[in-house]
C-alpha cells in the first residue's frame, strides 16, 4: 500500500512539472512564430502533418525507449537530448531525473513492457494548440498499465518531446 502511495505522489509530481512546462512554453510563445529568417510573425507559416498511427507508434517507442534506458542507467542525458527546445529551457537533466526518481525501482519493469510490445493507443493522434501533438495511451506492466500522455513539437523537421505525464493504475 506505502508503495502505492509513492507512486501516486511520484505521478502528480511528474504531472506537475510537466504541465508547467508545457504551460510555460504555450505563455511563453503567445501565438509568435519565427521564421527561417529570424523575423517573427503572428502568422503560421507551416502546419506539421498529424503523424498516422504507424509514424504515432514509432515516436511513442522511441521517447518510452529513451525514458527506460534513461531509468536504467538512472542518467537521463541521452533521453533530455530529445527535448524540444523550449523544454530544455525550462529544465536540465537533473531535474529530470530528479522528477523520475520514483519510478527508478521500477526500471526493469517499464524496460521489459516499452521493450517487449507496442504501446496501446487511446486516442487518435492530435495536434492541439500552438501546433503541439498529443499522443495518449499506456503499456502493460505486470497487473498494471502505465498510462502516458506525450507532447511534441515539431522543430528541426522531427518532432521533440515538450512534455510527458505518467500514471501508473
Do not use: H
Amino acid at each position: 500500500m506505502k508503495r502505492r502511495w509513492c507512486i501516486v505522489l511520484l505521478v502528480i509530481l511528474i504531472t506537475v512539472v510537466c504541465a508547467a512546462g508545457v504551460a510555460g512554453f504555450l505563455w511563453q510563445r503567445s501565438g509568435q512564430r519565427q521564421t527561417a529568417t529570424g523575423s517573427t510573425t503572428s502568422e503560421q507559416s507551416f502546419a506539421p502533418a498529424v503523424p498516422d498511427r504507424k509514424e504515432a507508434m514509432a515516436l511513442i517507442s522511441g521517447t518510452m525507449k529513451s525514458f527506460a534506458q534513461g531509468l536504467m542507467k538512472n542518467d537521463f542525458t541521452d533521453f533530455y537530448k530529445t527535448f524540444s527546445s523550449m523544454w530544455k529551457k525550462q529544465t536540465t537533466p537533473e531535474a529530470v531525473a530528479k522528477a523520475f526518481e520514483g519510478f527508478v525501482p521500477f526500471a526493469r519493469d517499464v524496460q521489459q513492457s516499452v521493450t517487449s510490445g507496442d504501446p496501446f493507443i487511446n486516442a487518435k493522434p492530435a495536434l492541439g494548440a500552438k501546433d503541439v501533438l498529443t499522443l495518449q495511451g499506456y503499456y502493460r506492466i505486470a497487473a498494471t498499465k502505465m498510462m502516458f500522455s506525450l507532447q511534441y513539437l515539431y522543430e528541426d523537421s522531427s518532432w521533440k518531446l515538450l512534455g510527458m505525464n505518467l500514471e501508473v493504475k
